[in-house]
Structures are given as structure tokens and as C-alpha cells.
């Protein structure tokens, strides 16, 4: 009963702190910035993986119609913004108050109300503790959304109802874990949390006294920002807690397959971003040009000569493709680079050669070349680059005055880990995590099903809004070949795996338009198709190799570089605030500071 009280407790100092806190533009932005991430990031990583855990991957289009509904009905429904609004507020408390009835059953396993207490031991009580923790938060938003203008008594009731189904949650343990665990529950669960996103994503509060200028602006982003740090640790603390459990296995393995990615990428994307830098800041007009000459077929066989061998991955690449057509690269040079670069570095090849056979090293370098030359030529020959801001330049400094190798250094730096972190990484984390969520879903034995005629377009598909790495992908190939999967279909996953994503399809759509990032997906996908099985009809007898993937271990790079490419994001995002740093990726439904909604 102590910790039913306390659950209670924590869940009205929200509102209390709330209160307490003087209504100025920086102490709200700071609480915006705390709920954003807190309670985005409790949907995101504790009650999806919950609702994928019973629901499957339908889950996720569920709680996609939950999260687009809402702004989709704003559009249909002129005039009813605050109607639609509304709903959506009900329907994301509402699936507050079901998370409410879990936290009050997690809350009596340790006091031993569920007649398993005996079982859970230290666990129950690590599980209690995290309930108390996020309660705060949740209390807060209530408050924080409800009272501005619904009023006192809404918000107060909003808070009872989530006070009684923790009493009932914690009264009827058993009944209430069976009822949540059901696959129509999962999928209901998982629409709430979307329309709760919804409501997340707008602002109720914004600039309430009218000062908009730039020092209050700058000023505002960082006490934005050290809410989002604030709200960040403590779900850090709440999902570590969560992770201890056996019975959060997607939890842990999403986690885990984040932590991998990030590991094997964080040395690539520093090189990529250093590089990057460097690349603007000492660049000269000579190489552009020199991409820029002949034909399309040309630029394009020039783009791909040059990115085929580098060894950097899907991730790290993005931030040279825009450096490239920042500098002027015609698109046709810069696409079958980003294309080429990716597919087939010379680690990846070195490793096909052990683990997939020479036949299948070939038929992957051979294909790799001819997709990155053909997306060049297609994409690039209707691509158009959206204008980019034009660098301030001083009005004293001469035309003939070149700056200093100190000047370019300090100017590429800041180009590269500043500038392109802020532009590329919200991409580059979020494409992280869809195929951590991606994960689970395909070890769940959801392939052993699929007929042969489905295995090259179902590969193709797979691997093009996921992140993967041609180097990390090899081993997984290697394991698919061995379980049955006909060269061809793994070549199309390792074709369109490290060249398309939901990273590379943002940049695209951010520089060239959402017609070019469309097209380009859409000719690597023909094109891909038509390599594979042209693979399958000329290797009729491929054997694969028998080999083994031994476990990834951490090396000191890796190690080095996993923090500092934290810190560059870290910093990016306390510095322009969440709600900017993920602006790009949401557009649609309006994330940006710039929409509110009548609250």
C-alpha cells in the first residue's frame, strides 16, 4: 500500500512543481523541453516495445494512424482544429490511464498482491521504483496540456482518473496484466500512444508576453534544451531500470541493436564528419569542376569511381553527399557517389570474400557499380537543388583575399561538426531506431514463411527504409544464404540495405524535394530488382560458404568514438532545443515551435 501511496503522491507533484515555477517564457520552454522528451521517449521506448511484444508488428502501423489521424482530420475538417484536438487529448490520456492500470499491477508485485511476490524479488521492487519516477512526468503533462484551457476542474479529474486506474491496476494485478497482454488491447495501446505523441509534438505554451527577439529566441533554445537533458536522463535511468526484466525481451533487444549500430557506426560517421569539414573548408573549385565536365553518363561514372572504394557506411556518407552539393556537385556525380559509396567499401569486399564466396563478391561488386551509374544518370538528370542560405561574407574583405590554412580549418571544422551534425543527425538517430525496431520483428521467424516468388521483392523492400552497413550486413547475408536464401534476394538486400534509408530519403528530400527522393528510390529499387535476378538466373548453382558469426566485440575506436559522437548530438540538440533538432523529420504534422495549436 506504501508504494500504491506513493505512486500517488509522485503523480500530483507534477502540477505542484508546475505552480511553483514563475510562468516566463524560459521556465516554460524549459518544462516544454522536459515533457517533450520524457514522455515522447516513455511511448517511443517502453510502451511500444510492450504493445510489439503482444501485438506484433502491427503495433506499429496502429500507433502511426494514432500519431497522423489527428493532424489528417485538422486538414479534412477546417474550422475544427480545437474539436480535433481535443479528441486527440482524450484519446492519448486515455492510454494514460491504461499504462496508469499496468503501473498500479507492476506496483503490487513486490508487496506480493499478484500471489507471485515470492518470484520477482529485487526486480519487483527496481520495477516499482521506476513507476515512481515517471509518474512525475506524467502528472506534469497532464497539468501542463489540460489547465491552460480547459481549466481547473478537467485537469483535476484528468489526474483522479489516473489516480483510480492505478487503484484498480494495483487492486486486480493478475486480472488487469492478462487483460493489457491481450493482441487487440496491444494494437489499442499502440493508437493511443500515437494520438498521445500527437499531442506531445504541439506546444500549449508559446511566447505567452510577445518577445520574439533573437537573444530571448537563442536564450529560450537552451532552457529548452537543459529540459530535454533533464527529461533525457531520467528516461535513460527509467528504461535501464525497465531492462533488468525478463519480461521486456523486445526492450532489450531493441537496445541492444542500438547500441551495436551506434557502435559500429560512431567511427565512421566522426571520419565522415571530419572529412566532410575538411572537404568544404579546402576544396578547391578545380575538383568541382573536374565532376562537373562531360556528360551525365561521365559525372556519373566519376561519382561512383570515386565512392566505391571508400570505406564509409550509409550514415557517414550523408554528410559528404550534402557537403558535395553544397560545393556545387552536379547531382548526377553526387548521387552515384552516394550510391557507390555505401554499397561496397574495401572492408565490405575483403570480408565478402571469407564469408559470402567468390561468386557472390563479384556478382555484388558488379552490381553495386552498375546501380550506383544508372541511379547517377536517372536521378540526376531531373534532380534540381533547392537554394541554400549563402554564407555571410564581410563587406570589407577584398575579392583577392584568400583566407589563411587556420581560417579553412576553423571554417571546415565548424562546417562539418557543427553545421552537418545539426542537419544530419536527427536523421541519422532516427534511422538508428527504426531498424532497432526492425530488429525483433525479423528474428521473430516472420520469414520462414515467405514463398519463393516473394524472396527478391520482399529482401528489396526490407532492406530500403532500414540502416544497415555493407560491412555490418555481410555476416547477416551470410547466415540468410545459409538458411536458404537465393543469392539473389540477399544481394538485393545488401544493394538496397546501405544505399537507401529513411536517413538518405530525408536528406534527399530536404535538398533536391520529395519528387527527387521519391524517383530515387523508386529507379534503385527497379534497378535492384532487375540486378538480383539476373543473379539467380546466372548463379543456378551457388553453394554457400560455410562460416560461422562470432559475436561483435567493442574495439578501442569504437570505444573513442561512440562518446564523442554523442557529445557532437548532445550538443547539437541542447544548443537549437528538440523541437528543432526534429523538425526536419516531421514537417508534416508540424512539430516545430512554429505551430500551435488553440489550447
Not at 501511496?5 to 508546475?18: D, E, H, N, R
Amino acid at each position: 500500500m506504501s508504494l500504491l501511496i506513493a505512486s500517488i503522491v509522485t503523480l500530483f507533484s507534477g502540477p505542484l512543481v508546475y505552480d511553483l515555477l514563475p510562468k516566463r517564457n524560459q521556465w516554460l520552454n524549459l518544462l516544454d523541453g522536459f515533457i517533450f522528451i520524457s514522455i515522447g521517449g516513455l511511448v517511443l521506448a517502453m510502451i511500444l516495445p510492450e504493445t510489439l511484444s503482444h501485438g506484433g508488428w502491427w503495433s506499429l502501423l496502429f500507433m502511426l494512424i494514432g500519431l497522423l489521424l489527428p493532424s489528417l482530420s485538422e486538414r479534412i475538417f477546417h474550422g475544427r482544429t480545437r474539436e480535433t484536438h481535443i479528441v486527440a487529448l482524450f484519446l492519448g490520456f486515455l492510454g494514460l490511464m491504461l499504462h496508469a492500470m499496468a503501473d498500479g499491477a507492476i506496483l503490487a508485485l513486490p508487496e506480493g498482491h499478484d500471489h507471485h511476490g515470492h518470484e520477482h524479488g529485487v526486480s519487483g521492487w527496481s520495477m516499482a521504483l521506476g513507476v515512481l519516477l515517471h509518474r512525475f512526468p506524467i502528472g506534469l503533462t497532464i497539468w501542463w496540456f489540460v489547465r491552460p484551457k480547459q481549466g481547473l476542474g478537467w485537469a483535476m479529474a484528468t489526474l483522479l482518473l489516473i489516480g483510480a486506474g492505478t487503484i484498480v491496476g494495483y487492486g486486480a494485478a493478475p486480472q488487469v496484466i492478462s487483460m493489457l497482454s491481450t493482441e487487440g488491447m496491444a494494437w489499442f495501446q499502440a493508437f493511443v500512444g500515437g494520438s498521445l505523441l500527437h499531442v506531445v509534438f504541439h506546444q500549449p505554451h508559446v511566447h505567452e508576453d510577445g518577445d520574439h527577439d533573437h537573444h530571448h529566441e537563442k536564450e529560450n533554445r537552451w532552457f529548452e534544451g537543459a529540459g530535454n537533458l533533464i527529461g533525457a536522463v531520467l528516461l535513460v535511468f527509467l528504461i535501464t531500470e525497465h531492462l533488468n526484466e525478463a519480461s521486456s525481451p523486445w526492450l532489450l533487444k531493441m537496445s541492444q541493436t542500438f547500441v551495436d549500430l551506434a557502435r559500429e557506426s560512431a567511427p565512421a560517421l566522426l571520419i565522415a564528419y571530419v572529412l566532410a569539414g575538411l572537404i568544404s573548408g579546402f576544396m578547391p573549385d578545380s575538383y568541382i569542376n573536374w565532376l562537373k565536365g562531360g556528360s551525365r553518363a561521365r559525372q556519373a561514372t566519376r561519382g561512383m569511381l570515386v565512392g566505391l572504394p571508400l570505406p564509409i557506411c550509409s550514415c557517414g556518407v550523408v554528410p559528404l553527399y550534402h557537403t558535395l552539393i553544397r560545393k556545387g556537385a552536379p547531382p548526377a556525380a553526387a548521387m552515384a557517389f552516394l550510391i557507390a559509396t555505401p554499397e561496397l567499401g574495401l572492408d565490405a569486399l575483403l570480408l565478402s570474400l571469407p564469408l559470402l564466396g567468390t561468386e557472390m563478391t563479384l556478382a555484388r561488386l558488379i552490381a553495386a557499380a552498375l546501380v550506383a551509374l544508372m541511379v547517377g544518370i536517372a536521378a540526376g538528370s531531373f534532380a534540381v537543388t533547392k537554394p541554400q542560405k549563402e554564407e555571410k561574407k564581410s563587406c570589407c574583405a577584398g575579392a583577392a583575399h584568400k583566407p589563411s590554412f587556420k581560417q579553412k580549418l576553423q571554417k571546415g571544422l565548424r562546417e562539418g561538426l557543427v553545421d552537418l551534425v545539426d542537419h544530419t543527425g536527427p536523421w541519422i538517430l532516427i534511422g538508428l531506431a527504426i531498424a532497432a525496431i526492425a530488429d525483433p520483428l525479423m528474428s521473430s521467424g516472420m520469414l520462414t514463411v515467405l514463398p519463393k516468388w516473394a524472396e527478391i521483392p520482399f529482401f528489396a523492400l526490407l532492406g530500403m527504409p532500414i540502416y544497415v552497413c555493407a560491412t555490418g550486413a555481410t555476416p547477416l547475408i551470410a547466415v540468410f544464404l545459409l538458411n536458404g536464401v537465393s543469392p539473389g534476394a540477399a544481394l538485393a538486400f545488401l544493394l538496397t540495405g546501405p544505399a537507401t534509408n529513411v536517413t538518405t530519403f530525408g536528406v534527399l528530400a530536404e535538398l533536391h524535394g520529395r519528387r527527387t527522393a521519391v524517383t530515387f528510390g523508386a529507379v534503385t529499387l527497379l534497378l535492384t530488382l532487375v540486378m538480383a535476378y539476373a543473379t539467380n538466373a546466372l548463379l543456378t548453382d551457388f553453394t554457400p560458404v560455410a562460416a560461422t558469426h562470432e559475436h561483435a566485440h567493442w574495439t578501442w575506436y569504437q570505444i573513442a568514438a561512440l562518446p564523442m559522437l554523442a557529445g557532437l548530438y548532445l550538443y547539437s540538440l541542447i544548443r537549437r532545443g528538440a523541437r528543432t533538432f526534429f523538425a526536419g523529420l516531421v514537417a508534416e504534422i508540424n512539430i516545430g515551435p512554429s505551430h500551435a495549436h488553440d489550447h
